[in-house]
């Protein structure tokens, strides 16, 4: 049968990368009204944080894609023999 770990595997990855950058962007807002510079680690380039939401998303369904493209099979399969 089909391994389905490749795909959840790349799905939990994209889900991870994006929560973190979701994190830095949603730190920005309080650091502008708090008037306070973010510290050097925690500095918050905006565009380089939507592209990793932007890769994240696609990563995710791509990764769906294939877990569907399983299943497919899997019923093809199925249904021929049986």
Same mark, same amino acid.
Do not use: C, H, W
């Given at each position: 049968?089909?391994? *389905?770990?490749?795909?959840?595997?790349?799905? =939990?990855?994209?889900?991870?990368?994006?929560?973190? =950058?979701?994190?830095?962007?949603?730190?920005?807002? =309080? =650091?502008?009204?708090?008037?306070?510079?973010?510290?050097?680690?925690?500095?918050? %380039?905006? %565009?380089?944080?939507?592209?990793?939401?932007?890769? %994240?998303?696609?990563?995710?369904?791509?990764?769906?894609?294939?877990?569907?493209? *399983?299943?497919?099979?899997?019923? %093809?399969?199925?249904?021929?023999?049986?």
């Amino acid at each position: 049968m089909a391994d *389905f770990s490749i795909p959840l595997a790349g799905m =939990a990855n994209a889900t991870s990368r994006l929560n973190t =950058a979701a994190a830095r962007i949603a730190r920005l807002p =309080a =650091a502008v009204q708090n008037n306070t510079p973010p510290d050097a680690q925690d500095s918050v %380039s905006l %565009s380089d944080d939507m592209v990793a939401l932007l890769q %994240s998303r696609n990563d995710y369904e791509a990764n769906t894609k294939v877990v569907k493209t *399983f299943d497919e099979m899997t019923k %093809s399969l199925l249904n021929i023999l049986g």
